[in-house]
């Protein structure tokens, strides 16, 4: 999923939508690192496949949503550089029309 600007959104919602990502990443961390420090505390001398393959989702979940936020990023930047050419146009037309003035 991408997230792109059109014609009649605004860029309050782009921030939000930033922010939620965000703080999805920030608990994801959080979670891992809870999870993986209490799997270390409590499991010391149990270390079988499950709490393996437990260590693996984490990590795979956690490079999906910096995955999911770098291709965010990708689509921020696309869209302020389009917004801002689109800004220098119009501020270009409008010296035009002041200097008719």
Same mark, same amino acid.
């Given at each position: 999923?991408?997230? +792109?600007?059109?014609?009649?959104? &605004?860029?309050? !919602?782009?921030?939000?939508?930033?922010?939620?990502?965000? #703080?999805? $990443? #920030? @608990?994801?961390?959080?979670? @891992? &690192?809870? &999870?993986?420090?209490?799997?270390? #505390?409590?499991?010391? !001398?149990?270390? !079988? !496949? %499950? /709490?393996?393959?437990?260590?693996? =989702?984490? +990590? @795979?979940? $956690?490079?999906?949503?910096? &995955?999911?936020? %770098?291709?965010?990023?990708? /689509? $921020? =930047? @696309?869209?302020?550089?389009?917004?801002?050419?689109?800004?220098?146009? $119009?501020?270009?037309?409008?010296? =035009?029309? %002041?200097?008719?003035?």
């Amino acid at each position: 999923m991408t997230y +792109t600007a059109t014609a009649g959104t &605004s860029f309050g !919602n782009l921030g939000e939508r930033l922010f939620s990502l965000v #703080i999805e $990443v #920030i @608990a994801a961390i959080a979670g @891992a &690192s809870l &999870s993986i420090a209490a799997m270390g #505390i409590g499991g010391m !001398n149990r270390r !079988n !496949n %499950e /709490d393996r393959m437990a260590v693996i =989702k984490l +990590t @795979a979940a $956690v490079e999906h949503v910096a &995955s999911r936020l %770098e291709t965010l990023h990708i /689509d $921020v =930047k @696309a869209t302020s550089h389009e917004t801002f050419a689109r800004l220098n146009e $119009v501020e270009q037309r409008l010296a =035009k029309l %002041e200097a008719i003035r």
